[in-house]
């Protein structure tokens, strides 16, 4: 539990702080007398629970939540019935808002016979006008409503509720604020993701994040280090930097860095074995900092490189800003620097406009690129990107048969490449026990791959070396050495 600030500074006699986090610390201190109270009046703990869509930054900012929760005095707790539940919504494709509605549905019938359990919405969703009015029209039980460029407000949020009664709603269109230091509980006790930007600037023809996510900012490099100190001294051996595009970090800093430089500094800290990232964007993938993963020891060899279409002309539609070639030539130059680079991308399917010419492109790269793996999607049309507005949305039929050739392709060059280390000696970052084999613990190399073997729990955010006696597809099974 990182705690940066002292409880015991916070006089609740004073006036509520303006500056950010102590205010919000104020409110947890105000907070905590509150549930206390509860807990002597029910006689038992409050509960809270954080259910959380979509991507690492959501879950990054569901671990700051429940580090506030915790602060205020409220335990976690899996039962569908808590005091207080968290939902940190994610709106990249129109199927993840309809999965929103649903568990809505389930929520009203639980407030019905619990009219205390507190509700709160978050998350990317909420930044959408349309959703808000039709939560306040057809969700009247929903108790708080909040967007991306507030998260740091939830106790005041929560206080606000408490006082007012009814249904609290407080959507920011954007902000350039960052507020560091606060509460955070981590899912894991040996590894943690680390914002190193927020927002995004790409304005990618189909995606929404930018209108969600805000204008991309990056964080202070002595804020995130002095975190990634702190995570080391707390036990993380394996740090995941997180931004929709670390490889323009630094650009809005007033003494801008570059991403690669940040890495190096990353790399001087105690503690720290292993270091990931995500997510590059092709456009700003600069030699040195192939360079830099090349010379590192921690930099792990694993690089996730979007591509999402083939065909130079789609890409140009997408706004995507690098060509067909350009592209092969980043994954040759990767190649050349690491040879046993893993190499993983996103790939979307029936942009509008696709022709089979284009599928065609997208296929070549796949088949001259060779990923380890790659995230393939089905194109969603997300209402307020114009690619939802763009002429010759392509058939469903079709997008289907393209959909289901490109898996076909993509299983076999991933089995073959990922099955490239059979036999060899490689150190695994330990995870956890395995769920079908109680005798196994699962981990995983450097280059992402899942590996199984014989272990218990006491390896668990260990690094051990693992001999990979057999590949079996997109994972090995191996035996441990020594
Ligand atoms: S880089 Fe493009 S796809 Fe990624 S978050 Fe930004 S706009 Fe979306």
Redesign the pocket.
Known sequence: MFHMIDFDQIDLLAPVPNGEPMRQYYFMKLLKNWVSKREEELGRKLTYQCRTFGCQMNAKDSEKFAGMLEEMGFVSSEEDVVDIVVYNTCTVRENANQRVYGHLGNLKTLKKKHPDMMIAMCGCMMQEPDVVEKLKKSYPFIDIIFGTHNIFQFPELIQKRIEKGSMVVDIWDGTDMIVENLPSERKYKFKSGVNITYG?N???SY?I??YV?GRERSRNPEDILKEIEDLAKDGVVEVMLLG??VNSYGKTLEHPISFAELLKEVEKIDGIERIRFM?S?PKDLSPELIEVMANSKKICRHFHL?LQSGSSRVLKEMNRRYTKERYLELVENLREAMPDISLTTDIIVGFPGETEEDFQETLDVVEKARFDSAYTFIYSKRTGTPAATMENQVPEDVVKDRFNRLLKLVGQTSKEQTNRMEGMTLPVLVEEVNRQLPDYVTGRLEYNTVVHFPGDASLIGKIVNVHLTKAKGFYYMGEMEG
């Open positions: 995004c790409n304005f990618c995606c994040v930018p996510r929709q595009n997510t964007h979007p």
